[in-house]
């Protein structure tokens, strides 16, 4: 695996003081925070980089997010969980020399995250709106069935990566990669 990478992000005003759903500390937001994106808010008239860019179309993943209470919502966190767990690939930006690519990572609040998406849509909405690619341009990803990503828990801790960020543009929840296998495995034993 080549290094993560570091990446700037858009301002938007949100509040920061969100807790972690998850065992593990939330990175804690800041102005350079993606978690801070409200996709409900009106595209800006500004030119830039995603100016005028429709968010991508709701899902399950968005609206279980959406209703958990908190930390000890743990009906709620686990739905969200299997959902999120049940896709057939989560998406990553890729980065890096053709053939030798890892999936982007940014770093939060001191924390290295790896951006994942839960659809290529998703990946390119963001890739787009943070000015990695333009609106016409092909996005280089990366699909990953869930458990093979679960099985990387080991390489990630390692590596640094301190966990995944869904969606981080739109919904912003995660796990800690020392809780991926733990979580995998406590969904699919209640399956």
């Known amino acids: 695996m ?20 998850y065992e593990g500390e939330r990175p804690a937001a800041t102005d350079q925070d993606p ?4 996709p409900t808010a009106p595209a800006s008239d500004e030119a830039g980089p995603g100016a005028g860019l429709l968010p991508p179309a709701e899902t399950q993943t968005d ?10 919502d743990h009906e709620g966190m686990t739905a969200l969980w299997r959902e999120t767990m049940g896709l057939e690939h989560w998406w990553f930006i890729a980065v890096g020399e053709e053939g030798q690519e890892s999936p ?3 770093q939060i609040a001191g924390q290295m995250m790896l951006l994942t998406f839960t659809n290529a849509e998703r990946a390119r909405h963001f890739a787009v709106q943070n000015g990695m690619i333009d609106a016409d341009e092909d996005l280089r990803a990366i699909a990953l069935p869930p458990p093979e990503v679960v099985q990387s828990d080991d390489a990630y801790v390692q590596a640094g990566i301190a966990g995944l960020m869904f969606d981080p543009h739109l919904t912003g929840y995660f796990m800690p990669s020392e809780q991926l296998s733990v979580v995998w495995n406590a969904i699919r034993s209640s399956s």
Request: hydrophobic share 30%; glycine share 2%; no cysteine.
């Open 2 to 21: 080549s290094d993560p990478t570091s990446m700037p992000f858009q301002d938007d005003e949100r509040p920061q003081d969100r807790e972690s759903l």
């Open 35 to 38: 978690l801070d994106h409200d």
């Open 63 to 72: 609206l279980l997010a959406a209703r958990v209470e908190g930390p000890d």
């Open 104 to 106: 982007a990572a940014a």
